[in-house]
């Protein structure tokens, strides 16, 4: 109790002197340049300004973590979104790509079956491929349906491709010239030397029966004979790749005129009917080979090669184009 009253003196003096603090505080003006604040006045904005500024802070970090939570959650779907189109997008160019080199390359077919209305000759699609990786052949779209029978050539416009093994009622079957058990009657181009492109299970045949003392440069152009009854005469086969001395005959590769690891769309010959060459601009017709003595038939040559038939042990019956 004793305690309390001399309390009460000094609470009450602490009182007295901060209500004159106050007082004064309220009369007097602090100056700041052309304007007078009261003191009162600085000290609250002195005292409030670093809460305030502690308070505004805390919450500009809380708001810009939801906003920013928020507005990355939105990029992400949005981002989503977004490859989900472009991979929409980038197949579809894939698509379109793909149509107009089909286009393309039909355009190719039906420009050659054009040039050379001569010859019966009808479109077909590749649809597959032999698993066997010794093995070259491949499978198109045209049957018995189509008049297919065997021993048809099959060519592109860039050259040979093979001839028709098997054939099933909507498919058929295709022995490419690098099989190892083809046989294409070849020659070549320059010197009209005969002989016989053989498969040897390799991407590039080559051209058997070919004397050492007969002059070959790598690059002349080796066209079909016409020997086999299978093709044509004066077909592109390919170009001479390597030719080496060998016993009793030259070595010598041929890198094939058509792309035979490409193939999409093929051309079969319905008949041995032979191409016609274009006709120039002046209307004269280009010859299919030079006329000259050199351009005769090599006889040391011929008489050691047999023909493209007999190397593969295929009959070879006259074929006729199908009405």
């Known amino acids: 109790m004793i305690d309390t009253i001399r309390r009460r003196p000094l609470a009450l003096l602490a009182g007295v002197v901060l209500a004159q603090v106050l007082l004064l505080a309220f009369q007097i003006k602090r100056e700041n340049g052309e304007d007078h604040v009261r003191l009162v006045r600085y000290w609250a904005v002195e005292m409030l300004t670093p809460l305030e500024r502690a308070g505004t802070l ?4 809380i708001s810009g973590v939801w906003y920013g939570y928020v507005s990355l959650h939105d990029a992400r779907a949005e981002n ?15 698509q ?19 040039a050379h209305p001569e010859a019966a000759m009808l479109a077909a699609e590749v649809i597959g491929a032999s698993a066997d990786p ?42 490419l010239i690098n099989d190892k058990d083809s046989g294409v009657g070849a020659l070549i181009a320059s010197t009209r030397t005969h002989g016989v492109v ?51 005959f030259q070595v010598i590769r041929i890198r094939p ?23 120039t601009d002046g209307g004269s017709v280009a010859p299919s080979a030079p006329s000259s003595p050199s351009s005769q038939p090599k006889t040391g040559a011929l008489k050691s090669a047999p023909t493209a038939n007999q190397t593969a042990g295929i009959k070879s019956p006259a074929l006729e184009p199908q009405r």
């Open 134 to 175: 010794t093995s070259h052949t491949l499978f198109i779209n045209r049957g018995e349906h189509d008049h297919i029978r065997r021993n048809l050539g099959v060519i592109t416009p860039d050259g040979v491709v093979g001839k028709i093994v098997e054939v099933f009622p909507a498919s058929a079957q295709v022995l």
């Open 58 to 61: 805390a919450f500009s970090k």
């Open 257 to 279: 005129a058509a792309r035979l690891d490409r193939l999409e769309e093929v051309l079969v010959l319905l008949s041995q009917k032979e191409l016609t060459p274009k006709k």
């Open 96 to 114: 379109l790509e793909s149509r107009v080199a089909e286009e393309q390359r039909l355009g190719v077919l039906q420009s050659f079956r054009e």
């Open 198 to 248: 053989k498969g040897s299970g390799d991407p590039e045949p080559r051209m058997e029966y070919i004397v050492n003392d007969e002059k070959v440069q790598v690059g002349e152009a080796i066209t079909t004979s016409g020997e086999d009854r299978i093709f044509p005469k004066d077909l592109p086969i390919g170009t001479i790749a390597s030719a080496d001395p060998g016993n009793p």
């Open 80 to 94: 989503q979104k977004l490859r989900g189109e472009v991979e929409q997008l980038r197949l579809r160019n894939q």
